[in-house]
């Protein structure tokens, strides 16, 4: 009788551990990394000279406030995301002390004086969705970015994509982005 061996075949792992860090090199330099994605703000220019106080009139602040219920007041009452554009333009373009020729606003007492002096004010509740204050933030952007396209239209005869680098800095002269985020508090 014939005496088999029943040995298993063994594979040589050495080089194992060489091709898995080669791989892991290789999908290393070929993937790309995705930018993270932010919203674009110019920051104010740090105070030089205390006190950095700058007096306003009450007037001219449009109060937004975001719940914890993700609720969106203005002005203490309670509205509708789709109807925060319009307020914030119709606020912002108000032409309230009638010098503004290039407004289009109702000169109502309760809105600003004029677009160089409307401050939009932000404030949040430390438990609001960082989705809604995005959200507010995008309707607010919107109403700056239509009341600078009709300006560009009606007074510089351009749309907002042919402006030059100067013309820009005019539009946004006439309608600066003026918003003041208050610093949440957290328990």
Request: glycine content about 4%; aromatic content about 10%.
């Amino acid at each position: 009788m014939r005496n088999f061996r029943r040995d298993t075949p063994t594979v040589n792992a050495g080089s194992m551990a060489d091709i898995a860090f080669l791989l892991l090199i290789f999908f290393l330099v070929t993937t790309t990394i995705s930018a993270d994605k932010g919203m674009l703000r110019k920051l104010p220019a740090e105070c030089d000279a205390p006190p950095c106080i700058v007096d306003f009139n009450k007037r001219n602040v449009f109060r937004i406030f975001i719940n914890r219920n993700d609720e969106i007041m203005v002005e203490d009452e309670i509205i509708n995301i789709g109807d925060l554009k319009d307020l914030a333009k119709a606020f912002i373009d108000n032409n309230g002390e009638n010098v503004c020729d290039y407004c289009n606003g109702e000169q109502l007492i309760t809105s600003s004086d004029k677009p160089s002096e409307a401050v939009i004010f932000l404030k949040h509740d430390a438990l609001t969705n960082y989705g809604a204050f995005i959200l507010v933030q995008d309707e607010i952007s919107k109403a700056y970015y239509d009341l600078r396209s009709n300006y560009a239209k009606k007074v510089l005869n351009k749309s907002s994509e042919e402006l030059t680098k100067k013309e820009l800095q005019v539009v946004k002269k006439a309608y600066p982005f003026i918003l003041s985020e208050v610093k949440v508090e957290r328990n």
